[in-house]
Structures are given as structure tokens and as C-alpha cells.
Nanobody, 115 residues
Framework: QVHLVESGGGLVQPGGSLTLSCTSS????????MGWYRQSPGKQRELLTF???????NYRDAAKGRFTISRDNAKNLILLEMSDLKPDDTARYYC?????????WGQGTQVTVSS
């Protein structure tokens, strides 16, 4: 069982920025494709972006141009830098393997974009 821990969410004004982090104490991420997902109330969880072990990245339309995924293998971290946040970005954000989630979901981290 893999325990995923997301952090970095919060309340931010429209146009603001946040950086989310994902780590695990029992799985080393460097050999896996890793993704960031989000789920808004009443909606299905959606994949936003993923990064492969070689650093190749892919972004879905909702993330293109505003979000950047990266990995810090030394610290076993997956990061999501988000800028120009909009109210529609309000959701709970999760990491998991990507582009296909293989592990149990963590608690996620809440991002709320509001003035």
C-alpha cells in the first residue's frame, strides 16, 4: 500500500499562485510516471498533468500554460506550480501515478480560489 501525502493548498485570490507538493514515505517516485489530479464537488476526478521518469511532461487543457509539474528525485517530491489561478481551479488536488492512477488516493490538498 502506498501512502501519498499532498500539501501546499490554501485560499488564494484570482490571479494568484500556489505550489503543491506530493511525497510518500513508502514509495520512491523516480521510477514512476507521476500525475496531479483534481476533483471539484459534483465532478469526477480528472488528470491535469503527468511527468514521466525521464522528465517528459504532458498537460491537459485545464493545465496548459498555467501549471508546471516537476519532480525532485533527491527529495522524492512531485511539485505542481500553479499560476494565474481562477475560481474554476477550486478543487481538491491529488497526486498519484500517472497517467494512470495505480495507488490508493491520499487525502489531497484543497485549493480555493476566491476573492
Amino acid at each position: 500500500q502506498v501512502h501519498l501525502v499532498e500539501s501546499g493548498g490554501g485560499l488564494v485570490q484570482p490571479g494568484g499562485s500556489l505550489t503543491l507538493s506530493c511525497t510518500s514515505s513508502d514509495r520512491v517516485f523516480r521510477d514512476y510516471g507521476m500525475g496531479w489530479y483534481r476533483q471539484s464537488p459534483g465532478k469526477q476526478r480528472e488528470l491535469l498533468t503527468f511527468i514521466l521518469p525521464d522528465g517528459l511532461t504532458n498537460y491537459r487543457d485545464a493545465a496548459k500554460g498555467r501549471f508546471t509539474i516537476s519532480r525532485d528525485n533527491a527529495k522524492n517530491l512531485i511539485l505542481l506550480e500553479m499560476s494565474d489561478l481562477k475560481p474554476d481551479d477550486t478543487a481538491r488536488y491529488y497526486c498519484n501515478s500517472g497517467p494512470n492512477s495505480m495507488w490508493d488516493w491520499g487525502q489531497g490538498t484543497q485549493v480555493t480560489v476566491s476573492s
